[in-house]
């Protein structure tokens, strides 16, 4: 992708949105207040949610200059795909209360932008998804709510509908309390407390071991925040550490996930590789993430503030803007392509705005 001379005329121009704020700002127009709570809210006091742009927002960028980007490529290698973007779709669910077709649409504009799309068993059916976006790149995520014929049957039709790999939750031994969703009397059908909710209590390492020896696709686990952990999770042959606070959804009070991330990442030693979410909204927030060592960045609620703006066209119309911030943010640092980043790009710095949810969107203030 060019970056020349011309670049600042090369503004990408698309229907309505001409940034994110935009398409944030359209969201919060048009979803109800019990589903804006429930989408931008966290655990209890939401300390959680508010560290982990904290955590974003306490690093600084250290540029180089005068170095070639006329051409830069943001594109990487996974799971056997070419990506355009090094980023995917986080497993959010159900992503129907906040558009019409839920994951499969999400996995529509997965497909079409070329990015991986990670769906959520809490979601639309994987077989939906598979026929809506056949040649997406598609994880499925898993919460186990039975025994072992349950993971085996849930799993047999990941395999069936050609996922590329699988994913286990495993930060979500219970479910936290969501003060905003009890404030409005809130409850979103198959996240309340059930008897099966016992069997994601009672996970622990053997069911990892037991996906590995049973599975050939890649595992990811996803929830793992420390350094002890990842040690473990590579132990067990885990081919992908999950790095993640499900975005401040779960345990209150717990380290900002780019807090987290440089142990863990100097943990696994690139005996696995490393993906992140929590908080991530700007591109320059993507590449915070790719310079400390990540190999790719999740999107939750960008994705279901886009899908509420305008569905299918509003998501694309949301990557090329993240792509396009990522661009230039790419040449104003000096690198022209996602394998240069490093963290010597990176400088610890105090964060002038106060965190939370929309804290990346100065203008929503206004």
Not at 7 to 26: D, Q, R, W, Y
Not at 167 to 184: E, K, M, W
Not at 303 to 320: S, V
Request: charged share 25%; with cysteine.
């Amino acid at each position: 992708m060019s970056a020349g001379d011309d670049f600042n005329e090369n503004i990408p121009t698309s229907g309505e949105f001409e940034s994110l704020h935009e398409i944030v700002a359209k969201a919060y127009a048009l979803l109800p207040k019990e589903k804006w709570d429930t989408l931008i809210g966290g655990a209890e006091t939401e300390t959680t949610l508010k560290r982990n742009r904290l955590s974003i927002d306490s690093i600084a960028f250290k540029p180089r200059v005068l170095r070639d980007v006329s051409e830069i490529d943001l594109s990487v290698e996974h799971f056997g795909r070419r990506l355009r973007l090094p980023v995917f779709f986080a497993p959010t669910g159900p992503l129907s209360l906040f558009g019409h077709g839920g994951g499969a649409t999400v996995g529509i504009a997965a497909q079409v932008f070329e990015i991986g799309h990670m769906l959520s068993s809490g979601c639309t059916p994987l077989e939906t998804v598979a026929d809506a976006a056949p040649s997406a790149l598609r994880i499925a995520q898993l919460y186990v709510r039975g025994d072992d014929d349950f993971v085996h049957d849930y799993l047999g039709r990941v395999l069936a509908c050609g996922f590329a790999a699988i994913c286990l939750t495993v930060d979500s031994p219970v479910l936290a309390r969501r003060d905003r969703d009890i404030a409005n009397r809130y409850r979103i059908a198959g996240l309340t407390k059930t008897p099966s909710h016992s069997h994601q209590a009672g996970l622990d390492w053997r069911t990892t071991r037991l996906i590995k020896d049973r599975y050939n696709l890649p595992l990811v686990l996803k929830g793992i925040a420390t350094a002890e952990d990842a040690q473990i999770a590579v132990d067990h042959g885990v081919d992908w550490i999950y790095v993640s606070n499900h975005g401040g959804r779960q345990l209150d009070h717990g380290r900002g996930t780019l807090d987290a991330l440089p142990e863990i990442i100097d943990a696994v030693a690139g005996r696995a590789r490393v993906m992140v979410d929590g908080g991530f909204c700007r591109g320059t927030d993507i590449i915070k993430a790719l310079a400390m060592g990540a190999d790719l960045v999740g999107l939750g609620r960008m994705q279901c503030i886009a899908l509420a703006a305008g569905g299918k066209d509003a998501i694309i119309r949301m990557l090329e803007l993240l792509e396009d911030e990522m661009l230039r943010s790419m040449a104003l640092l000096g690198v022209s392509a996602i394998n240069e980043l490093d963290r010597s790009y990176l400088h610890p710095a105090p964060a002038v705005t106060t965190p939370g949810a929309l804290s990346a969107f100065p203008l929503m203030d206004r």
